[in-house]
C-alpha cells in the first residue's frame, strides 16, 4: 500500500510540474495526498526532482483551509492517465472530500 501511495504521489507531482503556469486547480485524493506529503518533507530530494522536472522552480506546498466539492480529485486522476501515468483508482476514489489544495494556484 505505501508503495502505492507513493507511486501515486510522485505521478500526480510530476504531471502538475509539466502543467506549471495553466492554473488548472490541480488536487489529489486525500490517500495520494499522503503520498505528496511524504515526497515533499524529504526537502532535498524534492528540491532535486523540482530542478530536474520542473525547470527549476519549486512547486510549492499550499493548501487550503477547506475541501472542494467539485471534482477536482477526478479531474486530476484523468490528467494523470493523460500524460501516461498509469492511475490506482482506488487511491483516487475518496474523490467526495477533493481536494485540500488551493485553487487557481501552480503549487500543491
Not at 485524493?29 to 530530494?45: E, Q, R
Not at 519549486?58 to 471534482?71: C, I, M, R, S
Request: charged letters at 20%; aromatic letters at 8%; proline letters at 5%.
Amino acid at each position: 500500500m505505501a508503495a502505492r501511495v507513493l507511486g501515486q504521489g510522485y505521478a500526480y507531482l510530476l504531471t502538475a510540474m509539466t502543467h506549471r503556469d495553466e492554473h488548472l486547480s490541480l488536487g489529489p485524493s486525500s490517500l495520494v495526498d499522503i503520498g505528496v506529503h511524504t515526497i515533499i518533507l524529504d526537502t532535498v530530494a524534492y528540491a532535486e526532482l523540482c530542478d530536474r522536472y520542473n525547470d527549476g522552480h519549486f512547486l510549492h506546498h499550499v493548501p487550503a483551509v477547506e475541501f472542494k466539492q467539485d471534482g477536482t480529485v477526478l479531474r486530476t486522476a484523468r490528467l494523470v492517465a493523460a500524460e501516461g501515468w498509469v492511475v490506482d483508482l482506488p487511491l483516487w476514489a475518496d474523490a467526495a472530500q477533493c481536494s485540500p489544495c488551493h485553487p487557481g494556484n501552480d503549487s500543491h
